[in-house]
């Protein structure tokens, strides 16, 4: 089993940057893709960020360049720094992982861009 939890969510103003945190616990041991999901209100979650094992990396069209997943240094942790916030990038932001045929969602975070 594995355990993630999301940190970092909060009120930013539009075109400010937050960065968000995940932190992985449990068997954390083979984990591939970790990524970063947003959900709006009344929608369907969607994939904003991806990272695999193997470095490669992919975004959404909406964040691409403005937004950077990356993993720690230990292996346990991953990251989504995004700037230049706009409106549209409000919701509640979900750290996922999976690890063979298992797949984990966090609980979520909720972020919040004024315009």
């Known amino acids: 089993q594995v355990q993630l939890v999301e940190s970092g969510g909060g009120l930013v103003q539009s075109g400010g940057s937050l960065r968000l945190s995940c932190a992985a616990s449990?068997?954390?041991?083979?984990?591939?893709?970790m990524a970063w999901y947003r959900q709006y209100p009344g929608k369907e979650r969607e994939s904003v960020a991806t990272?695999?094992?193997?470095?490669?990396?992919f975004y959404a069209d909406s964040v691409k360049g403005r937004f950077t997943i990356s993993r720690g240094n230990v292996r346990n942790m991953v990251y989504l720094q995004m700037n230049n916030l706009k409106a549209t990038d409000t919701g509640v932001y979900y750290c996922?992982?999976?690890?063979?045929?298992?797949?984990?969602w966090g609980k979520g975070t909720q972020v919040t861009v004024s315009s």
């Open positions: 996922y992982a999976d690890q063979d045929v298992n797949h984990y």
């Open positions: 449990g068997s954390i041991f083979g984990m591939n893709v």
């Open positions: 990272s695999s094992s193997g470095g490669s990396t």
